[in-house]
C-alpha cells in the first residue's frame, strides 16, 4: 500500500470548518492566569449569564475584546463572570460560548458613559429597541452587564 | 445544505433554554471579517504545552497520538503565528475537570490540556494520547464519540472558531448529537481527523491530520 501523497496547498480544502459547543469540560484548559483582568486598574465589569428559564449558565465562556485589551472568564455556579478593562473604550466585542450552544453567540457590550457617541454607533442603529441589552448600567464601582440567552429581555447577539 | 449547526438543536437537549430565540441582528456584509481578532497574547504558550504526554512526572497510558495540520482561511492561505488551544479527556474517557462524575478513572500523568501557535506555514502540532469515549445524560445510553477540543483566534472576529475534531472510523459519530447537528454531511467531514502513515512515527505514534479552515479571507496580508 503506498502512502498518500501530501496535498499541496490550497488542495482538498472545501471551506470552513464547522463549529461546535465548547462542551461543560473546559473549566480546566481555557482560563487562564489573570485572565479577566485586561487592565490592572480600569473598569470592573460584573454579569450572568441566564438561559432561557431565568436560570444561571455554570458552564459558559465569555471573551470580551477592544483593541489591544481582551479578557476571558468562565462562569461559576451562580453563571456569574467578571472582568476588568481600561478606562475609556466605547463598547466591547463579547462572544459567548458555552455547553448548549453549537456556535458561539456575538454580542457587544457598551459603556454607560459614553451614551452621546453611542446614538451614532451604526451597530446601535441597526439593533433598534432592544439596544438597552447592550447597554451595561453603572451600579456605582462596577458596571452590571447581564446576558439573557433566550426569552424576557433577551441579550441582542449578532449573525456571524 | 448549511454547513454550521443551528443554534436550536432538540436532539441536543442542552440548546434548548439556550438558543436564541430572536432572529439574530445581521451586520453589513463582511462587518466580521473587517474587524480585527481579539488580541490574544496574554494567554501564556510555553513549547513544552503542545506535548499533553510530558506534563507530568511520567507518560499517560493510552495510545500516543501525533495531531497536526494547518490552520488556512477561506481562500487556503495560511493563518500564521495564532493560537491553537486544545483540551480533551484521557485514554479512559474521563475530564480531569472536577464536574466530571464519569466513574472512569483520572490518569494522575495526564491533564489533557495544551496550547501552541502556528508556525510560519499556519502548521500547529500536538502530541497526546487518543481521547476514550464516555457517556453523557443527552438521552439513554448515549456516548460522546473521542474528540479533541480545538479552539483557534484568527486574524478577525470572524475567523474564531471553537469545535471539535474526531477520529476516523468511530462509530459512535452516527448516533451523536452534537456531531449530527451540523446539516451538511460534507461539514461533518471536515470534522474528522484523517490517519495518515506519514505523521505516524515508527514504534512510536499515531499520526493525524487534520486542517482547519477559518471564516474570513486575507488572513495573512503580504509581508513586507
Known sequence: MSPTPALPAGEGVKGPTPSQTVGPFFGFAMPFEDGPQAAGEGVRVEGQVLDGAGEPVPDALIEVAHDSQFARCGTDAEGAFHFVVAKGLPFLEVTVFARGLLRQLPTRMYFPDQLAAHAQDPVLRLVGDRRDTLIARDEGGALRFDIRLQGAGETVFFEI | MEFEPPYL?????????????????????????????????????????????????????????????????????????????????????????????????????????GRCLTDGEGRYRFVSVKPGAYPWKNHHNAWRPAHIHFSVFGPALASRLVTQMYFPGDPLQAHDPIFQSVPDPRGRERLVAAFDPEITEPEWALGYSWDIVLRGHGATPVET
Not at chain 2, 432538540?10 to 463582511?30: E, H, I, K, N
Not at chain 2, 474587524?35 to 513544552?48: C, L, T
Not at chain 2, 506534563?55 to 495560511?78: K, M, N
Request: some cysteine; hydrophobic content about 35%; charged content about 25%.
Open chain 2, 9 to 113: 438543536f432538540p436532539d441536543y437537549r442542552s440548546t434548548l433554554l439556550r438558543a436564541p430565540q430572536r432572529t439574530l441582528v445581521r451586520l453589513p456584509d463582511d462587518w466580521f471579517e473587517m474587524a480585527p481578532g481579539p488580541a490574544f497574547g496574554r494567554i501564556p504558550v510555553r513549547p513544552e504545552d503542545a506535548d499533553l504526554t510530558r506534563q507530568h512526572a511520567a507518560e499517560p497510558l493510552g495510545e500516543r497520538i501525533i495531531v497536526t495540520g494547518r490552520v488556512l482561511d477561506s481562500d487556503a492561505q495560511p493563518v500564521r503565528h495564532t493560537l491553537v488551544e486544545v483540551w480533551q479527556c484521557n485514554a479512559a474517557g474521563r475530564y480531569v475537570d472536577p464536574a466530571d462524575q464519569h466513574p472512569a478513572p483520572l490518569d494522575p500523568n495526564f491533564t489533557g490540556a
